[in-house]
């Protein structure tokens, strides 16, 4: 079964500091995606990507988080100037609308804690 | 899009049927339902989608009513490994499929027992 690849599971950084995490999204899929979960909250959406460009954010998603597709695999979420409260569990997913039915497939997450 | 109601938490026993229920009172013509699973520390995964009636895969079924303000998702037999968060979600057939928001509420907390 295609899976979505998010890297890396585990990261941890200083508040200022800049994090990019990566995704590989199913390859045939057209629509990729960034959710956060943080710790004994909901999944909270984030951003849709379309065909090079943002088709929706959220309110959550302000000039510190950027979205990018550097090559035909990759799906980044740059987060410049990290805060305490960006700690949580950031999902990538993929979609694919020829098969409506099927859903949204996501990644494991990657836990970004921030000290 | 129509808001839902799950019971936060329910508890069955090994080898069970599990009933799931989730309320959407206000489904709008357009709105599918969609319900998710969770495991601690993953991402959501897609169990079952639809519009009326009922649907069935490999994993579990779907009953959705005449009236749609409700569906029931069902587990057959289930095992610890059942154990998870399942979320019911509503979404807008009418949006331009993948380019729409899913909007996770706090689910159903299932714990099955040996």
């Known amino acids: 079964e295609p899976e979505v690849t998010q890297t890396p599971s585990h990261q941890v950084t200083q508040m200022g500091q800049e994090v990019i995490l990566r995704c590989v999204p199913i390859s045939n899929h057209l629509y990729f995606y960034w959710y956060r979960q943080i710790l004994g909250q909901k999944v909270e959406f984030l951003v849709s990507?379309?065909?090079?460009?943002?088709s929706e954010k959220s309110e959550i998603f302000d000039d510190q988080f950027s979205v990018e597709r550097p090559d035909g695999s990759n799906f980044t979420l740059k987060i410049r100037s990290t805060k305490l409260e960006d700690s949580a569990m950031y999902f990538c997913?993929?979609?694919?609308?020829?098969?409506w039915g099927y859903g949204y497939t996501f990644g494991s997450g990657t836990r970004l804690t921030v000290v | 899009l129509a808001k839902t109601t799950q019971p936060i938490s329910m508890d069955s026993y090994e080898g069970q049927e599990v009933n799931i229920t989730c309320s959407h009172n206000n489904i709008a013509t357009n709105d599918y339902i969609t319900w998710y699973q969770q495991f601690p520390s993953q991402g959501p995964r897609f169990i079952i989608q639809?519009?009326?009636t009922k649907v069935t895969n490999e994993v579990a079924s779907l009953f959705i009513p005449a009236d749609r303000k409700s569906s029931t998702l069902s587990l057959p037999r289930v095992s610890l490994s059942d154990t998870a968060v399942y979320y019911c979600?509503?979404?807008?057939?009418?949006?331009?499929?993948?380019?729409?928001?899913?909007?996770f509420g706090t689910g159903t907390r299932l714990t099955i027992i040996p």
């Open positions: 990507f379309y065909n090079n460009e943002i």
């Open positions: 639809g519009y009326k």
């Open positions: 997913a993929s979609s694919d609308p020829a098969h």
């Open positions: 979600l509503v979404g807008d057939m009418l949006s331009n499929f993948g380019n729409e928001k899913l909007t």
